[in-house]
């Protein structure tokens, strides 16, 4: 059996201090933001619980699905290249970058810089990335792309799209087990303003060549949602809180899942575990369920 780890949006806290220089821009209005709001949601505390209760499990690979800074200051790529190492080496983890982490231009260089070797492929290539891990094909998408102020989209572009398609096309030959990661969801009841752009376009991969599990973050909540693949099957899109949520600060306090994959092509098991903070600060399973098998 395989365990994979999923955990998003940990939005590193407590936020440097930022150089009045550089909140000549975007950052701005994410900084004001940050310091009404976004502070009391997003806590050291909790995502240090929640960490040491992952690595306590041991998973067999964990997959990070991006916003760890808040607005984009260099520091907050240092930090989180800290915090990345916090759970494991290069090789054991897997990153895509969130909406937060290109909050102004510069943004993904500086991801680049401090976090390239969580966000490459085996074989050293970028978006869309493939590492093999046991059974597992992991697919690493970047949905992260400076927006004007006040959006939070994303946008995969026809480039990664087409390289998604034929991947999953390759991999379904090679008969191992495809897991997507990317930061926006596919399907969302978030307003319009933080949605992906090119949704459609990626159900459409999906549905011609299917996956067997999509993972996601940014609405911050505990989320599955089917999707249509090829020949009446059904691909589970999963969604997870925010890890840093502190309980009754936010709609989902913080957790993650646990994905326990076994079987073979054509019958695959997998079953998805929910392991999320107590309001005592302990962290416990939520809630079990197979999606496949
Ligand atoms: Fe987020
Ligand atoms: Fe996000």
């Known amino acids: 059996m395989f365990t994979l780890a999923h955990l998003s949006d940990p939005h590193l806290a407590p936020l440097p201090a930022p150089h009045w220089s ?9 900084y004001i933001n940050w310091q009404r709001q976004r ?13 040491a209760d992952l690595n306590a499990q041991k998973p067999d690979h964990i997959a990070c699905i991006g916003d760890l800074t808040n607005i984009a ?18 090789q054991h983890v897997s990153l895509v970058p969130g909406n937060h982490d290109a909050y102004v231009r510069g943004g993904l260089e500086y991801a680049a810089r401090e976090w390239g070797a969580y966000m490459k492929g085996d074989d050293g290539g970028s978006f869309p990335y493939l590492r093999r891990r046991g059974p597992l094909a992991l697919i690493g998408l970047s949905t992260a792309v ?14 990664q799209l087409a390289a998604l398609a034929d991947m999953l096309a390759a991999l379904k ?12 969801p596919p399907v969302s009841a978030a307003r319009w303003y933080k949605l992906l752009l090119d949704a459609a376009a990626l159900l459409h991969v999906i549905a011609e060549h299917g996956a067997d599990l999509l993972l996601h973050g940014h609405d ?17 899109a999963v969604g997870v809180p925010s890890a840093s949520a502190a309980p009754g600060m936010a709609k989902n ?3 993650y899942n646990l994905y326990a994959i076994d079987g073979a092509p ?14 005592n600060g302990d962290v416990a399973e939520q809630k079990r369920m197979m999606l496949a098998g």
């Open 22 to 30: 550089e909140l000549l821009n975007k950052r701005v209005t994410g």
């Open 146 to 159: 400076p927006t004007a102020l006040g959006l939070a989209t994303g946008r995969l572009g026809a480039k």
């Open 39 to 51: 502070r009391l949601i997003h806590d050291a505390g909790v995502l240090k619980n929640i960490v």
């Open 253 to 255: 306090a913080a957790g």
């Open 266 to 279: 054509g019958a695959w098991r997998c079953e998805m575990i929910l392991r999320g903070i107590t309001p």
């Open 73 to 90: 200051l260099p520091d907050e790529f240092v930090r989180g290249r800290v915090w990345l190492e916090s759970l494991g080496s290069p």
């Open 173 to 184: 030959r090679e008969r191992l087990f495809r897991v997507v990661l990317i930061h926006h």
């Open 220 to 236: 911050h909540l505990a989320m599955l949602n089917w999707l249509e693949g090829p020949h009446g099957t059904r691909v589970p």
